[in-house]
């Protein structure tokens, strides 16, 4: 079975950086991930995507983070990072991670991410 554990949340003050983490635990199955990304969900708010990179290196990012936040992963495609710098007070939510290949779609548990001002 699949499982997907982000690290690397916490609290933070306006400006500041963090890095989150998620890898995948694969037990006996090996899945050939496609895309990794990273969403988060804002209290009162919609899950939505905050980053993506795929196989190939091409990454995606949400207009609200361009520029601040910069998504990588290891060559086997088994751990992302989201490294988030000039952190702003919206930018406050649960962060999960999302790995997937065609209609099999991982998620994490979500780790929270506080920034105060």
């Known amino acids: 079975q699949v499982q997907l554990e982000e690290s690397g949340g916490g609290s933070v003050e306006a400006g500041g950086s963090m890095r989150l983490a998620c890898t995948a635990s694969?037990?006996?199955?090996?899945?050939?991930?496609?895309?990794l990304a990273w969403y988060r969900q804002a209290p009162g708010k919609q899950r939505e995507l905050v980053a993506s990179?795929?196989?190939?290196?091409?990454?995606n990012y949400a207009s609200a983070v361009k520029g601040r936040f910069a998504i990588s992963r290891t060559s086997a495609m088994t751990t992302s990072f989201l490294q988030m710098n000039s952190l702003k007070p919206e930018d406050t939510g649960v962060y999960y991670c999302?790995?997937?290949?065609?209609?099999?779609?991982?998620w994490g548990h979500g780790t929270q991410v506080t920034v105060s001002s």
């Open positions: 999302n790995m997937a290949r065609g209609s099999l779609v991982y």
């Open positions: 694969m037990g006996f199955e090996s899945i050939n991930f496609r895309t």
């Open positions: 990179i795929t196989r190939d290196g091409v990454t």
